[in-house]
């Protein structure tokens, strides 16, 4: 059975830092990322992690600040999240996916991911 496991989140105050952890078993991914939603709003991409050749992809709002990277495991990425912000504030989801795509920053969209996890709440207090 596939199943993505993540810890990590809780509240912190602006400024200060979280890791998010995320392992998947069942199988072996092409890529995982992570997405977050904050209430009333669209889930939105977050960062990207692309096994082959060990790419990765942060969202403009993000760069600089959180950095997604392979944990020692072939199936587990960190997100490690630094200077957060309130308007960081929402529910991260862990996403992995089973395709290859050559183009790397197709990786960005959540269509091409096969499972999610159940999402670990993340709230910045100002």
């Known amino acids: 059975q596939v199943e993505l496991l993540e810890s990590g989140g809780g509240l912190v105050q602006a400024g200060g830092s979280l890791r998010l952890s995320c392992a998947a078993s069942?199988?072996?991914?092409?890529?995982m990322a992570w997405f977050r939603q904050a209430p009333g709003k669209e889930r939105e991409f977050v960062a990207a992690?692309?096994?082959?050749?060990?790419?990765?992809y942060h969202a403009d709002s993000v760069k600089g600040r959180f950095t997604i990277s392979r944990d020692d495991g072939e199936n587990a990425v960190n997100l490690q999240m630094n200077s957060l912000r309130p308007e960081d504030t929402a529910n991260y989801f862990c996403?992995?996916?089973?395709?290859?795509?050559?183009?790397?920053?197709?990786?960005?969209?959540?269509?091409?991911?096969?499972?999610w996890g159940q999402g670990t709440q993340v709230t910045v207090s100002s």
């Open positions: 992690f692309k096994r082959s050749g060990g790419i990765t």
């Open positions: 996403a992995a996916s089973t395709r290859y795509y050559y183009l790397s920053s197709r990786y960005t969209g959540a269509d091409v991911y096969d499972v």
């Open positions: 069942g199988r072996t991914f092409n890529a």
